[in-house]
């Protein structure tokens, strides 16, 4: 179960960062919102690994990837 955990987690992170260097056209507000909720999505599932967790993880991560450019 832990196996699956970390290869979950690390095919999201392939995932995101194949899907940020596919978007050349985004502001650096927009990069750095998708780069915190995808951070944050990750921190969620590690510690508390429910779907829940993860989403919770990704909107806060992505407020604050979005403030931090202000």
Not at 18 to 41: I, N, P
């Amino acid at each position: 179960m832990k196996n699956i955990r970390q290869i979950s987690a690390a095919a999201l992170v392939v995932a995101l960062l194949g899907g940020l260097s596919a978007c050349d056209s985004m502001t650096t507000r927009q990069r750095d919102t998708a780069v915190g909720a995808g951070v944050g999505g990750v921190a969620g599932a590690a510690i508390g690994g429910s779907a829940l967790s993860t989403l919770g993880g990704a909107a806060v991560g992505g407020v604050i990837g979005n403030q931090v450019g202000k």
